[in-house]
């Protein structure tokens, strides 16, 4: 709150927002779909938009590639408000066989087996994250917008070699617009209890 | 919400460790800020019983009494966040007190012990390592021989038998000791019907119902199925309800739910109960008749100095009832007298016939060995016959009066062990301390009763270190070798309770264990088995009670409904919890009636001395109508040495003032003399009350049951009984109104509010039922992360409780008899709020289905809402109570789905909008309209006696509909056409109507 | 013609006494005594500024507040401010479109109070409310949330309230000054010199200057004029539109406006009678001015008589037990002290001024602006706290003690006001020389003869 505090008039603040808005979605555009992600390797991460997480995990080749549905993994976000993230277990579903196909990918797969075998979770970087005043139920939007109805908020993950944010999830002008187009509540308390 | 078998726990330790990751907000502490989690941390294998953001419900038992009520817990990521009852526990169907609930408090103490402690040279403690605890008590254990002994407050069960049999097994002794114990009664019961154990009573179905001294609604016995049996007799439905008379100095609040209060001076109860009996038997044409002729209204009158004519009343009135109830064996009547007077009771039932009706022998519970033993075993450690004392689940040198010295008794044992999990008084005295489990963290069982057999497993990862007992246990058999090893040598006690209950197991044990820890336990009927009278039993000719002292009033120490014996003291929601008789909190006081504090001279707050023959203890007076002037009252439980931060050094420990003398096995509670002294001394009484009567406002309406029984309304009853009033608002201004607020709806349409589809939610809530326990506080504070702010704070009135229980006395002066009304006063959510216009922020604005909605994060502060509040519900976050209410880890115990509010931002009641919007989206996942019921309120779950409703009023079968048509129907200040959702049903009394004074109901 | 006797409304002096005695005030060396003042004005601004900063860290909680009371002394010390305003603008627009001679000696000393004091009283909005870093959420501005403040409330209307009388005062105040400032332009040197051409706006004095700034003038008072009225009924209706018992009365505007105004003369007394000793000014502000002033609070006074004696019968005549109750622990309750000193300190003492000896008697005078300025400070205190502490239901009633976050604001607030008056009156003509100038009586001479 006392950030809230320095940060001082809010007119500021929604300019910023909206200027930050702009900004992020033109970039989603210009993300360029020729490059062959496969080609990238975990130090050109650094390069990359976004934070650089522990494991250089592509969302352009699983969800992009290979066209696996995001709940696939990301399976609770359909059945509960809280997303949730996949399970180690999830990740080693696949990867006990799946171990890569150029020295790049084995390096980080190799990776996650280590961590698998020695029990001690990956700690991603998180990238959304909404106000803690904040209710946003994951099962409802995916109800009401289809399974992959996630791109709204989370960008086009498909061609993001690594995830980064898209949509300040925090502008309520964000979701208050979504809101006003599908003309859906805008009752506070659907939110804001 | 489907019951889980609990998953290993090496899940669960996986689940802590995204604690704060799923379930957003889940530890925020600061509501309105936008810090983020760092990391995100996955779950190694994910249990499929654990999604986050949806809560695992684990059913278990309830530790806070000797009764043993099932509970559901909550969890969410791995965190138990609140405790419910078990709607399929015999017990207490679903409902939950708020000890039991505070029991949560317990668990994430802040004060728990995380390893073994060692008492070192200097007198302190070192911690040290498991095996090195286990190998120390082994060794002791091994060296003491038969000089071995145990005090259990843990009640039957698996892990006792494991005990018992233990310290059996090396010769020595193990005491079962609680300090409610009801010595008393089962005495009784063995004089009476030759046999000790305690009869299950039938609240539900007793037609009148006398109870002496018994606070059945408090501390005695199963309260929460006696508040349901009493609700259902003594609530007004179809238009009768159960008489109910109460017989003791104080009017405590079971006598405050009676229909009459006969303050009889302690001791002189037992008249009482004798006249009931011959009444009773003469009606009855009991044999009994001839051995009771002697207790006539006029020898009773001259014992008891009651009006014999009134005496005769309640006499005739109990005998024409069938079935009729008479209880005794309350702490407030624990008397040297006290076994004549249950016995005397045993007589009023048996002659009124109410054995196999009301009173059922073999459904109660089994008595434990109680004061006399535990006193004796003291009285061997004084004599050094103890090399090592074993004190499990019970705090002794708290719960036993100074006077006894056993403190210094207990110092002569050469090794003595604890088990407590927070640092208590005997803890503090001992030599070794094993922290135990918590109940919510450990495998074991309880048998609360005949054929009840409850189960507890663990529904999380320890919050502290710590070892069950249990397995402490097995352990040190196998270090101890021999024959010990051999008997007790089940790997862990979770294989040994697995054993103890393959006995009895029906089907394949798998499935048969899977679905008793689904279901809590196991519950067979258990059938009662009545037995008759001891030859010469109805001669009973009791003497006076003896006091200690001659001094001038009776000291009458009673158990606290929070701090029950003591145990209550360290959880924060318990202090805070108003007593619903004094609306005092974080304190203890002493009671003096009015007449007394003038005749004194001393005014509330003032501290007094009180001087017995055993000892000296000072308390801020506070004045109270429903106690006897010759009497002066005291709550138990607090005045702790040690305990935590919460109750050490808090208030005074009235036990101070007893004697610890024995002659009948039980502690006679209520036997001392007390003188009082002035002091200078004054302390401020942190009351969260401001003025205690109503002023003829009609807030809390009632009505005698003749006119309810006419289905009048309240205004009608009151005009009936010859009331002065006019109506509240004019016929013309009620149309006026009328007219008007049709306008405001039309406003609403215009503005996409509340078209017919969208429900509105509305609450009712049944006075007749209500009885102040406060349990439905206690849930409150438990689902809406309400701050306690502390005693500094209530001194400035600035509790958060979004619901409180509003307690009015009406008459005490002037003769006319003392009455309590009790209602709960939450948000009311009007239709028109004015706290809603007045907002400059539409922080406060109505939701489209009618909540009286609160933005916390939009909120700025101006607290204008409050101050046009007329029901001042509305709460404010003065400081940074959110900062200072959860000491690590309290606040794990947090619901992930309220947001925690910061300093700055009004909060008030929601009726708990994130269970309605909960139950709205599983509704729509599952593509179904809501079902009335789905949604109830934390208040309205916990509810012991069923007294409040919720649901939508647009739905002509909900319940809450036909509630709110009840013509006992009434919103409160009507005047003020705010238009409230919840529904009072005006409380009904069963008695004769009394003509008003012209003032009364000035607020119409 | 008959010889006119003088008139007290004409000043005695020439013009060049008139400037000489003004552009003394300003360019005469500060003495220590004045030094020491603003040394003094100046600590308690910080004590005021420290203060504000423990709120912010800590919360409102320091401060006494005791719900049900969740208004207290800072809500009681803005309305006391706003309050004060009042006078000023009333002698200075109002006044001045009635063409009453004797306002100009003492006008422009009252409308510097009514800039302080409304500057003053717009910091308490502020202070009070819990999350002081966000009141700008009380502003109406585009967002992205869609979010805009809530038109209904009267928080909102004191919001706009405050800060038009804000903007119209100090417009007016400093339009005033223009000739004023030019004339004490050509007797000084230095940063002064610049800072007064700067605010002169190249005042020249002619004709066409002259003609457009006095119908300029009169519009701003025009404009003025009215917030008189309107500010203070916004203010009262922070109350009245409550359904308060003490607080929801129709008679709340014209009660508080009047009030205001008392106050607003109360503290110009306690102002003037110092000030006009310590710059020498006795010979422009005379009885006179003060006579006339004493009439104004002896009227205002009387308003507020009848309307403490109207309250007590409505709740008596309302029969609403609510009402009755409010108004009974007013009188009797725990908050009986300051019940009574409001009605002394405000119906009782200014009926002194029935008598001219104490209308003219600077003494007495300043003895009962100082009477005055705590009995109206009471006023709002017994209006704002005894009323909330006891509503509809006994249960939630409540008493306060106010500690020393709330006494500290109080006083914080007087040592703001104070060092803006102080640092003004010494650097701008305190009396307005041009007005002055123009009520000096023209040498009579005789008429032409022969007709024209």
Partial sequence: MHKRFLIGLGMVTSVALGALALTSRDTDAQQPAATLPAALTAADSAALKGPKQPIFFRHDIHAGQLKMECQYCHYTAAVSTEPGIPSMQTCMGCHLAVAGKDSTNRAEIQKLRTAWNEGTPVEWVRIHSVARHVRFPHSQHIKALGPNACASCHGNVARMSQVYQVQNVNNMGFCINCHIERNVTRDCTACHY | MADQQAADDVDRRQFLKVLGVTGVGTAALTGCSTDRVAKLVPYMVQDENQVPGIPTVYASTCTECATGCGVHVITREGRAIKLEGNPEHPVNAGTLCSRGQAGLQALYNPDRIGAPLAKNAAGGFDEITWEDAIARLAARLGQAGNRVAAINGYGPSTFSQLLEGMVGQLGGTTVSWQPFAREAESRANQRTFGRDDLPAYDFGVARYIVSFGADFLETWGPTMEQSRGFAASHGFNDGTMARHVYVGPRMNLTGANADEWLDVAAGSEVFVALLLARAAAEAKGSPLAGDLARWTAAEVSARTGIDAARLTRIANEFAAATPSLAVAGGIAAQHRGAIDLCHAVNLANVAAGNLGQTVNFGLGSTPTAGYGAVQGLFARMERGEVAVAIVHEANPLYAMPKSGNFQASFAKVGFKVSTANVMDETAAASDLILPNLHALERWDDSFSRPGVRSLMQPVMTPVRPGMHTGDVLLKVAQALGGSAAANFAEPSFEARLQAAWTVGATGDFPTFWRTSLARGGVFLPAVSSNPTLVDGAAALDPAAPAFDGDAEFTFLPYPSLMYHDGRGANKPWLLENPDPMTKITWQSWAELHPETARRLDVREGEIIELTSPHGAIRAQVYLFHGIREDTIGMPLGLGHTEYGRYAKDRGVNALDLLGAADGQGYLPYVATKVSVTKTPGYRKVAKTEGNPRQLGRGIIEQMPLVYAAQGMTPEQAYKAAGGETHEINPPREREAIDGWYEAQKEGWKLGNYADDATPKWAMAVDLSRCTGCSACVTACYAENNIPTVGEEQIFKGREMSWMRIERYWEGGEDGAPIEARFAPIMCQHCDNAPCEPVCPVYAAYHTPDGLNGQVYNRCVGTRYCSNNCPFKVRYYNWLKYNESAWPEPLNLQLNPEVTVRARGVMEKCTFCVQRIRGAQHKARLEDRPLKDGEIVPACAQACPSKAMTFGNIKDPEAKVVQWSRDPRGYTMLELTNVRPAVTYLAKVVAQEPVVHAADEHGGH | ?452
């Avoid at chain 3, 400037?19 to 308690?44: K, M, N, Q, S």
């Avoid at chain 3, 007087?414 to 009520?439: D, H, R, S």
Wanted: proline letters at 5%; a positive charge; one cysteine or more.
């Fill in chain 3, 1 to 452: 013609m008959a010889v006119i006797a003088h008139d007290p409304s004409r000043p005695t002096q020439t013009h060049a006494e008139v400037t000489r005695d003004v552009v003394r005030t300003i360019t005469e060396a500060p003495t220590r005594g004045y030094y020491i003042l603003v040394g003094v004005l100046a600590f308690l601004t910080a004590v005021l500024l420290g203060t504000v900063t423990m709120l912010l860290k800590h919360g409102l909680g320091l401060a006494g507040y005791a719900p049900p009371i969740m208004w207290s002394v800072y809500i009681t010390t803005f309305v006391f401010w706003v309050g004060i305003g009042h006078a000023g603008t009333l002698i200075s627009a109002i006044l001045f479109l009635f063409r009453s001679p004797w306002r100009t000696a003492v006008y422009r000393a009252t409308e510097a109070m009514t800039v302080f004091a409304v500057m003053t009283a717009a910091l308490f909005p502020i202070i009070h409310i819990g999350r002081q870093w966000i009141f700008y959420w009380l502003l109406p501005y585009p967002n992205a949330r869609y979010l805009w403040p809530n038109f209904k409330s009267p928080l909102l209307w004191d919001v706009f309230a405050i800060s038009t009388y804000l903007t119209v005062s100090s417009t007016f105040l400093m339009v005033g000054l223009v000739p004023d400032i030019a004339a004490v332009r050509d007797h000084v040197s230095g940063w002064r010199k610049k800072l007064y051409s700067m605010l002169s706006l190249g005042w020249t004095g002619a004709d066409s200057q002259w003609r457009h700034y006095t119908r300029a003038y009169l519009y701003l008072a025009a404009l003025a004029a009215p917030l008189v009225l309107s500010v203070h009924s916004v203010v009262s209706w922070d109350f009245a539109v409550s359904i308060v018992p003490g607080w929801h009365g129709t008679i709340f505007a014209p009660y508080f406006v009047a009030g205001a105004i008392y106050s607003g003369i109360g503290m110009t007394f306690t102002l003037l009678i110092p000030l006009r000793k310590m710059l020498r000014l006795e010979h422009m502000i005379t009885d006179y001015h003060f006579d006339n002033l004493s009439k104004l609070t002896l009227f205002t006074g009387t308003i507020l008589f009848y309307a403490y004696a109207m309250e007590y019968f409505v709740a008596w005549y309302s029969g609403s037990t609510f009402e009755q109750t409010t108004f009974w622990r007013r009188a009797f309750g725990p908050n009986w002290w300051a019940g009574w000193s409001m009605i002394i300190c405000n119906a009782f003492v200014s009926q002194l001024l029935w008598f001219r000896k104490i209308r003219v008697n600077l003494t007495a005078l300043f003895v009962i602006s100082i009477f005055i300025n705590i009995g109206m400070w009471f006023e709002r205190y017994v209006i704002v706290v005894s009323s909330l502490a006891n509503d509809y239901l006994p249960n939630a009633w409540g008493q306060i003690n106010p500690t020393w976050a709330d006494w500290l604001i109080l006083l914080g607030s007087f040592g703001w006001f104070g060092l803006w008056f102080t640092l003004f009156y010494k650097n701008f003509p305190i009396v307005a020389i041009q007005e002055i100038k123009e009520m000096i009586p023209m040498p009579r001479r005789k008429s032409h003869g022969g007709a024209h």
